[in-house]
């Protein structure tokens, strides 16, 4: 029996239509346009103004504070303007406009494809270099890589989780990668367990991706404590607190980080991410973007550089289909749509889904027929229907004890309701607001 | 040309199931069951379901049209599945007026009154049921001779009426029919009730399509049997055998079929099972000791009655403890 989460989940259908896609790389967008806001935390204040020349790998906007993160120029060329314009919120957000000239590196960027293995720096060094590459999950939750480093004072890591789950449906970045680039996750994972202190590492890979377990599995081999195990397909185990239930059996309490059960998950994109940053003095300026959907003509996956429009990415995965109706950041189940093209690839876009008009719409909604569904696949055992209610009567004390919070908006109950309900809508409608309470109190 | 899409929040994609199609599981889960009644009862049992779901649309159209005036939801597959279940409920000699009042107490009073299709609290093919028993305990409880067991007569006692009224339990048992007529279904009764096996099949068909879980049935049956068993155990001769216990009256049906409707029944699997004994206990105890034959139709509604209570004090296992 394979392993995987104890509580709920659901299995959407897997469409990855761009698994046996190459990563390629995408052409040099002419314009850039580089929020300052691209991870969890502070927003980065801009260190450059209009007329600057910048190269590749500059940093651009400076970390404000612990938890924020360095922004690097993703192009060289002369900036244009340091403004607002929408990123994937929707929202108009500041960032640096930038013209692209030539392609020119900061020097000390080994840009050679040669596999740097050999490391003698000590953890807190490595630290300090996952911090100025601005390095954040790139999983999608984009948190501060340097910040999980650091586990708070009294608590210790016992094992780092690497996540090649790559549950949601679509999407085949860190797949790719991990089939391309294992050698480098590799040395990546090194680098993260010797910050971390901690001498095991279980790297978690559903079962719909047998070439990447045998592929990493073999190259565990090589490295000292290192494995992988493969993992029943079923959403979210990508969820942090769903992977670390899947490889080690243990449940993050409720409103805990993980390291109180000792884990600290990441990303293989971010172990390869690290790689770079470390044995190679790359900044995180680019990514790997699956580019995906039904109608769309070539399925593809980019590496992109950081502030490209969503546009060019479209354009050279053969053009936006006639009949699209959505367009998502990320996967079905938890990206974004996104209002119009325009909007940039951030450190987070682990892909861009184009949906057909009559994909987008959602159902009518009906009665509850209580049924139970989202309660038997909610994988954190709440009650979804009952937290609907709650959001929709505004009654948030109740929501609280009902433990709203602990919802990790995977979206399993409104996936999986008969009735169409927008379960997930009202939930985070009543999170936000217990949110607000709780922070009220302090 | 600057595109304009579509902005909602995640998810994007949905599972495709539905409402609707959900009902018509559990439509599909009883048509053997109907085949079956018109096998052994005749072009009469045909003629009581008929009667039951046309009434039952017929009343859930006009009410929502005229008297709540929203959009009729008689295509949702609900108010056929009442109608066919207060059928099954049902001699198949019910005078037509008969059924069609229990069609309107259902689907009026139990179902619309309450807000709808999801808003009612107990299960309303029951409510129709018991409504008619009450008003009209005569025609409720003749019960026409199946015709395939031969016996030359219009109308014949239930196993459960035979169990009731006979003397001893010796004298009972002359006169009830072999265990293997009752689980096939030759015996009389409601049109739904008398064919265990058949009725299992139905279960299973809804629990391989998800429509129930196995919860409600196995705690309803298990607790008949495990409270029938110890009385007989302690005195054959005053107790009938467990398995008459389980396999006669509604037990069976309801167990599958009426206790598992979702709308009325617990959302966890603790809150159902604890559901389930609480039917277990009522049906065994109107049987042996209370003045109906049959308990289990009150025995759903008294407990549909405790279904929201046990949502709110029975909690799904949470992630992360406590």
């Known amino acids: 029996m394979l392993k995987t989460f104890n509580l709920g989940g659901v299995h959407p259908p897997e469409n990855k239509l761009s698994a046996d896609k190459k990563i390629e790389n995408l052409p040099l967008p002419k314009t850039v346009f580089i929020p300052v806001a691209q991870h969890i935390g502070a927003p980065a204040s801009p260190v450059v103004k209009r007329g600057d020349e910048v190269k590749v790998g500059q940093v651009i906007a400076q970390s404000s504070g612990f938890v924020s993160t360095n922004i690097h120029s993703s192009v060289s060329g002369k900036v244009k303007k340091v403004d607002v314009s929408a990123d994937s919120s929707g929202y108009s957000k500041q960032g640096i406009f930038i013209d692209v000239a030539g392609d020119e590196w900061l020097e000390e960027i080994d840009r050679t494809e040669e596999l740097v293995k050999e490391f003698n720096l000590d953890g807190s060094e490595i630290v300090k270099k996952i911090q100025e590459a601005g390095i954040v999950g790139l999983g999608g939750a984009t948190f501060p890589t340097h910040v999980k480093l650091v586990p708070p004072k009294g608590m210790k890591a016992e094992v780092l989780l690497l996540n090649g789950v790559e549950c949601e449906p679509y999407l085949t970045s860190d797949h790719r990668l991990m089939l391309e680039k294992a050698d480098e996750i590799m040395v990546g994972i090194q680098l993260l367990m010797k910050s971390l202190q901690v001498n095991k590492a279980v790297i978690g890979i559903e079962n719909n991706k047998p070439d990447a377990i045998q592929l990493l599995t073999e190259k565990a081999k090589n490295y000292q404590g290192v494995s992988v195990v493969a993992l029943k397909v079923q959403y979210p185990q990508g969820g942090e607190k769903q992977l670390i239930n899947a490889v080690t059996g243990k449940e993050v309490p409720s409103g805990a980080l993980p390291i109180a059960v000792g884990a600290v998950v990441s990303n293989v994109g971010t172990a390869f991410a690290v790689y770079e940053a470390v044995q190679k003095n790359k900044p995180l300026f680019e990514r790997v973007v699956t580019v995906t959907g039904k109608g769309v003509s070539k399925p593809s996956n980019f590496r992109v550089r950081v502030g490209t429009a969503t546009s060019e990415l479209v354009e050279a995965a053969g053009g936006l289909p006639e009949n699209t109706g959505k367009v998502i950041s990320g996967g079905p189940m938890m990206g974004r749509a996104i209002p119009s093209l325009d909007v940039p690839v951030t450190k987070g876009t682990s892909g861009i889904l184009l949906m057909q008009e009559e994909e987008s719409k959602r159902g009518e909604v009906l009665n509850c027929i209580r049924c139970a569904r989202c309660v038997s696949v909610c994988p954190m055992g709440l009650e979804p229907y009952l937290l609907m209610t709650l959001g929709e009567k505004n009654i948030f004390d109740r929501a609280e004890d009902e433990r709203v919070m602990d919802c990790i908006e995977c979206g399993s109950c409104s996936f999986t309701c008969p009735s169409h309900r927008p379960l997930l809508d009202y939930i985070r409608y009543g999170k936000g607001k217990v949110g607000q309470i709780i922070r009220s109190r302090k | ?322």
């Open chain 2, 1 to 322: 040309m600057k595109n304009i899409f579509t902005v909602a929040p995640s998810p994007h994609v949905h599972s495709n199931d539905s409402t609707q199609k959900i009902m018509y599981r559990v439509v599909y889960a009883m048509l053997p069951l109907l085949a079956w009644s018109v096998f052994v009862f005749g072009l009469d049992a045909l003629r009581v379901t008929l009667i039951a779901v046309v009434a039952s649309l017929a009343f859930e159209y006009l009410i929502q049209k005229f008297l709540l005036k929203v959009k009729p939801t008689i295509t949702d597959g609900s108010a056929l599945i009442t109608g066919i279940l207060l059928s099954f409920n049902v001699p198949s000699n019910l005078p037509w007026w008969i059924i069609i009042i229990g069609a309107l107490a259902a689907i009026g009073i139990a179902k619309l009154s309450f807000g709808g299709l999801g808003g009612n609290i107990f299960n309303p093919a029951l409510v129709g049921r018991v409504f008619l028993l009450i008003s009209f305990p005569v025609q409720m409880t003749s019960w026409p001779v199946n015709i395939k067991s031969g016996i030359d007569a219009v109308t014949a006692a239930t196993p459960l009426g035979i169990i009731k009224e006979s003397t001893s339990i010796a004298d009972a048992l002359n006169s009830l029919p072999s265990i293997t007529d009752m689980l096939i279904g030759n015996t009389g009764g409601s049109l739904g009730e008398i064919s265990a096996i058949l009725i299992i099949l139905g279960g299973l068909y809804m629990l391989w399509k998800k429509v129930i879980t196995w919860h409600i049935p196995v705690a309803v049956i298990a607790t008949v049997a495990i409270i029938a068993s110890i009385f007989w155990l302690i005195n054959p001769d005053v107790y009938i055998n467990p398995a008459y216990q389980v396999l006669s009256g509604g037990l069976m049906l309801g167990a599958v079929f009426m206790a598992t409707d979702m709308v009325t029944s617990p959302m966890t699997p603790k809150g159902q099972i604890i559901f389930g004994v609480g039917i277990g206990l009522i049906t065994i105890s109107i049987r042996m000791f209370g003045a109906y034959p049959e308990g289990i139709s009150f025995a759903i509604l008294i407990m549909n009655a405790f279904t929201p209570l046990i949502n709110n004090y029975v909690k799904p296992k949470r992630f992360g403890g406590k």
